[in-house]
């Protein structure tokens, strides 16, 4: 009896355990996916794709599970929260105008991660490579 008590522990225990794994790997290259996402908007300097590149980053780590789909909302949440004083600072952007481009933005963020095309925000003549 104890024998087969501690081999249902150990079973839930190591179980648990791989869950946690998987999770984690999951949310570590959903960052990557994100990172990825803002490396190529940066480098694409595209006036009009940056709500293209919040969904595609978004949709690309959410793909990966739910620890994609952590990441990315924590990075997203993040991001935002932090433009949010940054914004008026560097851009001379006002409050209301801070408000507006957030609210795009995360419409954008969360389309991505429930998983829609992300190309329903990609602008017009943006290079095929992103």
Known sequence: MKLFTGLILC???LGVHSQWLSFLGEA???AKDMWRAYSDMREANYKGADKYFHARGNYDAAQRG?????AAEVISNGREALQGFTD???KGMTRDQVREDTK???F???WGRSGKDPNHF???GLPDKY
């Open 66 to 70: 739910p620890g994609g789909v952590w």
């Open 108 to 110: 954008a963020n969360e």
């Open 104 to 106: 795009a933005d995360q």
């Open 11 to 13: 079973s839930l225990v």
């Open 28 to 30: 570590y290259e959903g």
């Open 88 to 90: 008026p600072l560097f």
């Open 122 to 124: 990609r602008p017009p």
